[in-house]
């Protein structure tokens, strides 16, 4: 079981900046990749940012020039520094974490944190 806990979500004017902290516990065996996706009302959840161990970067769309990830790995913690915030960007952001065990790749998901940008 792997708990993950999402921290520094909030309320923000836009152009603000804000940054995401999570943490995982329990059983991290297989650590491959953690990131963060999100979704606002009525929309799907989207990626905004994912790194796998080697340190390959994704970037959503909508984050790319804004919004930066980054990992400690030893501590099994991932990061989003966000910048420019704008009230598109209001969603509950998740904190993902993928595993590779010997049945399969296994996805883990936080709680979610709220973020919300007033104009």
């Known amino acids: 079981q792997v708990q993950l806990v999402e921290s520094g979500g909030g309320l923000v004017q836009a152009g603000e900046s804000l940054r995401l902290s999570c943490e995982a516990s329990?059983?991290?065996?297989?650590?491959?990749?953690m990131g963060w996706f999100r979704q606002a009302p009525g929309k799907q959840r989207e990626l905004v940012a994912m790194?796998?161990?080697?340190?390959?970067?994704t970037v959503g769309e909508s984050a790319k020039g804004r919004f930066a990830i980054s990992r400690d790995i030893a501590k099994n913690t991932v990061y989003l520094k966000m910048n420019g915030l704008k009230v598109g960007d209001s969603a509950v952001y998740y904190c993902?974490?993928?595993?590779?065990?010997?049945?399969?790749?296994?996805?883990?998901w936080g709680q979610g944190t709220q973020i919300t940008v007033d104009s």
């Open positions: 993902y974490m993928q595993r590779s065990l010997r049945h399969g790749v296994l996805s883990s």
């Open positions: 790194q796998s161990n080697n340190g390959q970067t």
């Open positions: 329990g059983s991290t065996f297989g650590v491959t990749a």
